[in-house]
């Protein structure tokens, strides 16, 4: 099948691309692993982490926030040590610093949808030249996180995250992916609660 100009051969790659990249995410578990996840990515390339997401879902208690926030330094200086993860102590530290701003927010899933109105924005890029790095919105969500509280939310890494949780939906359009996330969400994304 037809696929992003970003997707490598690689089986793992194109699962994620296939059946992950791109779909509308409203799971408050699975936005906070994604964002940690990006988070983790800065400087690297996506692939590197994809790889190693396994053992960051066994090593950081399946992204449970409430056992992140209370993770002890101690704690991070074993992680240090873990050869499956990317050993960055700042990284780290960040992760149960999100953790805990995570936890200050009434409705997380809710809050991050917001950026958008709620509702995917369907882009229609032909080549990749037009897929952009960062967007007016993300860097909007990007200040937003740093004044929660949240560490390695820079503008690019919320793009990254918007896209990767199907708030945009870059996929190209001459990418298989694209024709069918580009029919509006059976179910809505819900209203953030004020």
């Known amino acids: 099948m037809p696929r992003c100009f970003w997707c490598s051969d690689d089986p793992l790659y194109q699962a994620y691309h296939d059946a992950e990249w791109g779909v509308p995410l409203d799971d408050p578990q699975r936005l906070f692993e994604l964002l940690l996840l990006e988070g983790f990515q800065a400087g690297l390339s996506w692939f590197t982490v994809l790889k190693k997401r396994e053992h960051y879902r066994r090593v950081l208690f399946g992204f449970d926030a409430g056992r992140l926030a209370v993770l002890d330094d101690a704690g991070i200086?074993?992680?240090?040590?873990?050869?499956?993860?990317?050993?960055?102590?700042?990284?780290?530290?960040?992760?149960?610093?999100?953790?805990?701003?995570?936890?200050?927010?009434?409705?997380?899933?809710?809050?991050?949808?917001?950026?958008?109105?709620?509702?995917?924005?369907?882009?229609?890029?032909?080549?990749?030249a037009e897929v952009p790095a960062t967007t007016p919105e993300a860097v909007a969500l990007s200040r937003a996180l740093k004044k929660a509280g949240f560490a390695f939310v820079g503008p690019t890494i919320c793009y990254a995250f918007m896209q990767a949780c199907g708030m945009v939906m870059d996929h190209?359009?001459?990418?298989?992916?694209?024709?069918?996330?580009?029919?509006?969400?059976a179910r809505p994304i819900p209203a953030p609660r004020r």
Do not use: M, Y
């Open 77 to 128: 200086e074993r992680l240090l040590q873990d050869p499956g993860i990317i050993r960055n102590r700042r990284k780290l530290e960040a992760a149960r610093q999100n953790a805990r701003a995570w936890l200050r927010l009434e409705d997380p899933a809710g809050w991050l949808w917001s950026f958008v109105g709620g509702a995917p924005r369907i882009n229609r890029f032909r080549t990749p």
């Open 172 to 185: 190209t359009v001459d990418c298989d992916r694209h024709a069918e996330l580009a029919v509006p969400a």
